[in-house]
């Protein structure tokens, strides 16, 4: 059985900084993008930063230059960990964040190309 746990979230002030992380085991393709969405209320999911197993990368410009992503796999191959280190953080970055996994390779922002998400982290920015 497939599990993402996030863990991280918290509150922060403006210009803080943040580190997320993401537990994925139980699956057997390790050859998918991994990624993080965010979601404030009343607005739509969007995907924020995701990582392949190359390690290309692809950022929502809301946040490029100001967040990175990366991903280590552990030596039995059972898990893998994903990582968002959030710096420079603005109130608009306010959100539940997502961890979510995809059996396609590449990282296209569509959370239909995902297959299993992780119950979500609560970042709150405040000025």
């Known amino acids: 059985q497939v599990q993402l746990v996030e863990s991280g979230g918290g509150s922060v002030q403006v210009g803080g900084s943040l580190r997320l992380t993401c537990v994925a085991s139980g699956y057997t393709y390790l050859n998918g993008c991994m990624a993080w969405f965010r979601q404030a209320p009343g607005k739509e999911r969007e995907g924020v930063a995701g990582i392949t197993t190359v390690g290309d990368t692809n950022f929502a410009d809301s946040v490029r230059g100001r967040f990175t992503v990366s991903r280590d796999i552990s030596q039995d191959n059972a898990r893998v960990t994903l990582y968002l280190q959030m710096n420079t953080l603005k109130p608009e970055d306010s959100a539940m964040y997502y961890c979510?996994?995809?059996?396609?390779?590449?990282?296209?922002?569509?959370?239909?190309?995902?297959?299993?998400w992780g119950q979500g982290t609560q970042v709150t920015v405040s000025s």
């Open positions: 979510a996994l995809s059996s396609i390779w590449y990282c296209r922002f569509e959370a239909g190309n995902f297959d299993y």
